[in-house]
T-cell receptor, first 111, second 114 residues
Framework: GQQLNQSPQSMFIQEGEDVSMNCTSS?????WLWYKQDPGEGPVLLIA?????ELTSNGRLTAQFGITRKDSFLNISASIPSDVGIYFC???????????FGTGTRLKVLA | EADIYQTPRYLVIGTGKKITLECSQT?????MYWYQQDPGMELHLIHY???????EKGDLSSESTVSRIRTEHFPLTLESARPSHTSQYLC?????????????FGPGTRLTVL
């Protein structure tokens, strides 16, 4: 079935550094969501994107809807220890209300 | 902020037992979903509902069943649990219209079948 590939799969960074991750698909999506999940908890919605080329911020987080509609990017500026977790992208195609989730990016921040 | 609840949070049971995982939301969302997730891995949709008395199977085959008798309630049942059912089960809901479709998740139920 469809799969969203996230990159990188995992990363270790120093506190204060900026982080970039992306999500790519072979299919065109009309909606992208970005989530953060802490261990043992449900994913928390960070940012929603609805338009190709759209750039949306939420505090230190910025996400972009790729112009090809087959990719999306998430940036975290000035990382802090509580940014640790797994970040998932999710894409939805036109006419459905279902999402396909990416493989996740595991972020670890070194103080 | 989403108000979606799942009980129990943790469940350890023996093989062959019947179990029901509860999911409720207080936002009046018409769409609800169940996902299965192994630790640290991606989420897989196993069931969804677009409204009362409407349920569909998701992309990942599951032996579980669901019902949607009330808008706010979307329970998942396993008639006879097996060790292969051990996983985390996440419930989500959304009020989607047109392109707008933000899904909000509950805290999950961690199921262990011995």
């Amino acid at each position: 079935g469809q799969q969203l590939n996230q990159s990188p799969q995992s990363m270790f960074i120093q506190e204060g550094e900026d982080v970039s991750m992306n999500c790519t698909s072979s299919s065109i999506f009309n909606t992208w969501l970005w989530y953060k999940q802490d261990p043992g908890e449900g994913p928390v919605l960070l940012i929603a994107l609805y338009k190709a080329g759209e750039l949306t911020s939420n505090g230190r987080l910025t996400a972009q809807f790729g112009i090809t509609r087959k990719d999306s990017f998430l940036n975290i500026s000035a990382s802090i220890p509580s940014d640790v977790g797994i970040y998932f992208c999710a894409g939805s195609t036109s006419g459905t209300y279902k999402y396909i989730f990416g493989t996740g990016t595991r972020l670890k921040v070194l103080a | 902020e989403a108000d979606i609840y799942q009980t129990p949070r943790y469940l350890v049971i023996g093989t062959g037992k019947k179990i029901t995982l509860e999911c409720s939301q207080t936002m009046g969302h018409d769409k609800m979903y169940w996902y299965q997730q192994d630790p640290g891995m991606e989420l897989h949709l196993i069931h969804y509902s677009y409204g009362v008395n409407s349920t569909e199977k998701g992309d990942l085959s599951s032996e579980s069943t669901v019902s949607r008798i009330r808008t706010e309630h979307f329970p998942l049942t396993l008639e006879s649990a097996r060790p292969s059912h051990t996983s985390q089960y996440l419930c989500a809901s959304s009020e989607a219209s047109g392109n707008y479709n933000e899904q909000f998740f509950g805290p999950g139920t961690r199921l262990t079948v011995l």
